[in-house]
């Protein structure tokens, strides 16, 4: 009785909604059993991407980088030492390596 009372622009928002949410959730990434093991698959996600690799809703990606795409960037590698901070297991961590100076365009090299 509910759903023939609602229109359907709002059944079509609904419906983004749940896609949304399944993408989140499609890589496996919030299934992780710890911080660290969820914080290095982004790193490694957002590297394939920066690479040129067209990355697919469940988290692979494969085949050759294409520099024209338009995510593609230079500076295209991660170093997880670059970063402020990071995890080990579900502990937060300081990087000190570089003397607590933060590097312009971390961790991207």
Do not use: C, H
């Not at 290095?40 to 040129?52: D, M, P, S, T, V």
């Not at 988290?59 to 402020?84: C, D, E, H, K, M």
């Amino acid at each position: 009785m509910f759903l023939l009372q609602i229109s359907l622009e709002q059944k079509l928002v609904v419906r983004i909604k749940l896609t949304k949410y399944y993408i989140m959730s499609a890589n496996g990434i919030s299934t992780l059993s710890s911080k660290q093991l969820k914080q290095e698959g982004k790193l490694a996600i957002a590297e394939a991407k920066r690479q040129g690799y067209t990355v697919l809703i469940d988290g692979t990606w494969s085949g050759n980088a294409n520099v024209s795409q338009p995510f593609y960037r230079t500076l295209n590698t991660a170093n997880i030492s670059l970063l402020p901070t990071k995890y080990v297991g579900n502990v937060i961590v300081d990087n000190v390596a570089d003397g607590n100076v933060l590097a312009q365009g971390r961790p991207w090299e």
